[in-house]
């Protein structure tokens, strides 16, 4: 079986699936309070999204990525992990993992450490209370602090994704940093991107540059960058007072592409080969012309060889150039 590789010849060995346009929060940044949701007719199915994610495996993806929207609200999201888990037991999948809000770690966590799953990345933008409830609209703090509790109960390492948001949480860096360093949780800035139908207004007011932010945190401690790189736009660097360890994803200053392995394929099955541009490539169609993957496997190469080189994000001139008009939520962040 010859393995993806794009025309770029970076080999893609990294998926993102999302498997919910759902979520139980609507955070300002990511949706609407009042979204449109798709019709559930429109969703790959639980045993789509298994021969999906098994077709990728086959042609050489080796981490998985589990996101939405919400993952955890799915309906019977469960019975994914624990089928799709076979791929670990089997050594062709490396790492299983996924990216969640939270709210339904104290429930799962268990059962996903279970399936094979090691690490969970764990969005938290603030620790205060009532911050939290107006950033997520409908999340509760402590809801979220007990699933991250039940995570590490569980044996999972936990990353906290914070999105750095000018005058919402800039006062809270150090406490943040601080918190992660007693909890022992790996923590991740991600700079907030031009997503979805927001004002542009109010998105550049919100923008907090990461250099700004790792400019302050500089200012406290000494900051070592280190080499380590996962083939996605984060970059790491010790804190060396503490031995900490935090990233900073910086998609809109910082050019990643170059080393870009990964791939994401939305709830309906679109498959975007560059998380900053509009081609994609239907595969829920394939899927379910045939109940073999010849087609699916078809449309998945045709689709890799159009991967293109980079994204055109672009907050330069003070205006949101490359905006792409879809919600995080649909693409999985
Ligand atoms: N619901 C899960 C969660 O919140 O972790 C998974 C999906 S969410 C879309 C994935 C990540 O995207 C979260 O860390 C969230 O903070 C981030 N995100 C959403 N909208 C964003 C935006 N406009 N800019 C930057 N990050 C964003
Ligand atoms: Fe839901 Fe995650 Fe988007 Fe927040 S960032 S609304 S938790 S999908």
Redesign the pocket.
Known sequence: MTPLIDPFARPISYLRV?VTDR?D?R?T???AEHMQFLPKKDLLTLEELDRLCSTFIRLGVQKLRI?????LVRRDIMTFFRTISRHLDSGALKELT?????SQLAKYAGDLAACGIRRV???L?TLDPAKFADITRWGRLPQVLEGIEAAKAAGLRVKI???ALKGFNEAELFDLLDWCAKEDHDLTF???????E?GEEL?LDQYWPLKDLRARLAERFTLSDLTERTGGPARYVRIEETGQKVGF?T?LTHNFCESCNRVRVTCTGELFMCLGQEDMADLRAPLRAAPDDALLEHAIRAAIARKPKGHDFDYSRQKVAGQVSR???H???
């Open positions: 999302s979520c929060f955070c940044y990511c949706m996101t939405g929207g919400e993952p996924l990216t969640t809000n939270g990345n764990v969005s933008d994704n914070t999105v991600i700079e907030v991107m031009p997503m979805g927001m998105r994803i998609p919600h995080m939520s693409t999985g962040g």
